[in-house]
């Protein structure tokens, strides 16, 4: 499993407790004094839902600005999909239906609780004062780069007090405008001087040996130490373009192709593409029937892409564009609709059928853009090493890239995802790429 953050256990806890208790709370006001519910396995069905639903809409992320109208917004569209999947199992099963007012007391507590809870978190993680003070071992780009994305992540609960240099020559250098505290000599003086609560090791590959060194001396003392690629993974899921070097990218590939999850992830996507394909069947019809009267000479649109080890495939989709003789082709009203809310895109379970592409992986390119990725991003071909995806890690972080200068990020999001690659995170962008759809917010 991938690493959970404490926080987001506190808050699905939190979440539970609440649940539990607007059960209870909910069921003595409306039977005017019993606490004794008639219907617990509905309980067990809410303690189920509710988190996978806030999880849908980021309400676990720890980093998250929970003190805004748009949490509102997250917690009511949540608890609105877990009414839905309520009402869907009541309505296929027959069974666990409650009371009319009871479960309006009960859903409209578990949501006041819930945006109330978001807005205690944040007050406590904003004010600060349970930041842990970090000091960075290593003044280069690594340690430059883990120090910005420190200061830009949201509530990060760490504080950056300085650095430690790995050599004896500090001087009066800063580093991102923090001073050089002194050299790694100096290390656990300087350590026990300021209540240092977490180490960051950050040097740079030519100074691995003293990084090595400071773990092997520092193993058995009380300070938290991390490493700031894993930092950097844990706080923006992706990986520093600076450490994919020919060593990382070996050793990647050899990893990618011996994990035994590849043969079961093949075997999910058969199921659930074939699942979905006859779930969505309807909305394809009516697309298909709709896009006949817009005048497109081709309904589905045929590209080829670029695939697992590099091989092209034909990728299918349904035309949301049309082609004017000697103009750009332009994108119809009914073609935004079917790109936002990711319709036309249904065909290409049919490529997952195939065996040309998977659910989750990352998003096919065409020759083009392979082509220039390949002379500007170095090992861009690691990326071939699985099946590409109708959805992704990048597209869930990043949305629609089109523009080659934000490809390299594109690029390290999906070596994140080649390197993590999991039931749990194929899990994770399942169901982001649900809370994009539901929202609207596909292109």
Not at 3 to 32: E, N
Not at 85 to 105: E, V
Not at 288 to 312: C, E, M, P
Not at 370 to 375: A, D, G, I, N, Q
């Amino acid at each position: 499993m991938r690493h959970i953050s404490k926080r987001s256990l506190f808050l699905i806890l939190c979440d539970l407790i609440t649940i539990l208790v607007a059960y209870y709370t909910s069921w003595f006001f409306w039977s005017r004094g019993c606490w004794k519910p008639p219907c617990l396995s509905s309980l067990w069905i809410f303690f189920f839902i509710f988190p996978i639903s806030y999880h849908i809409f980021d309400l676990y992320y720890p980093f998250k600005k929970f003190k805004s109208p748009k949490m509102v917004v997250d917690v009511i569209l949540g608890g609105a999909l877990g009414v839905l999947a309520y009402g869907f199992i009541c309505f296929m099963l027959n069974r666990f239906f409650l009371p009319r007012m009871f479960f309006f007391y009960f859903i409209g507590q578990i949501l006041i609780s819930a945006i109330v809870t978001r807005c205690i978190y944040d007050i406590i993680f904003q004010g600060r004062f349970l930041d842990k003070k970090t000091v960075i071992l290593g003044t280069g780009p690594i340690a430059s780069e883990i120090h910005d994305l420190i200061d830009t992540t949201y509530c990060s609960g760490m504080d950056v007090i300085g650095y430690i240099a790995e050599d004896d020559d500090v001087g009066k250098r800063k580093a991102k405008g923090k001073g050089i505290l002194g050299h790694v000599g100096q290390l656990v003086s300087l350590l026990d001087w300021y209540n240092v609560d977490l180490l960051v090791l950050a040097c740079e590959e030519n100074n691995k040996a003293s990084e090595f060194e400071v773990m092997r001396f520092l193993i058995g003392r009380k300070i938290q130490m991390v490493s700031a690629v894993h930092l950097f993974e844990r706080l923006s899921g992706s990986i520093p373009y600076k450490v994919i070097d020919p060593k990382f990218i070996l050793s990647l590939a050899s990893d990618v192709r011996t994990k035994h999850y590849l043969h079961l992830k093949r075997l999910l996507d058969i199921t659930f593409s074939a699942s979905l394909l006859i779930l969505t069947l309807p909305i394809l019809a009516l697309s298909i029937f709709l896009l006949s009267f817009q005048g497109i000479d081709k309904i589905f649109f045929v590209q080829k892409r670029i695939g697992k080890d590099g091989k092209r495939f034909s990728i299918y989709k349904l035309r949301s564009m049309s082609a004017v003789k000697g103009r750009s082709p332009k994108v119809t009203s009914f073609g935004r609709i079917l790109r936002k809310f990711r319709i036309d895109e249904l065909p290409q379970f049919l490529n997952v059928l195939k065996g040309d592409m998977s659910l989750i992986g990352p998003r096919p390119e065409t020759d083009y853009f392979v082509k220039h990725c390949r002379r500007k991003i170095s090992h861009y071909d690691i990326i071939f090493s699985v099946r590409p995806g109708i959805s992704g890690w990048a597209q869930v972080n990043l949305g629609h890239v089109s523009d080659f200068k934000d490809y390299p990020k594109k690029f390290c999001f999906n070596v994140y995802y080649l390197k993590n690659i999991s039931l749990d995170l194929d899990l994770q962008i399942f169901l982001k790429t649900i809370r994009s759809i539901l929202l609207g917010t596909g292109k």
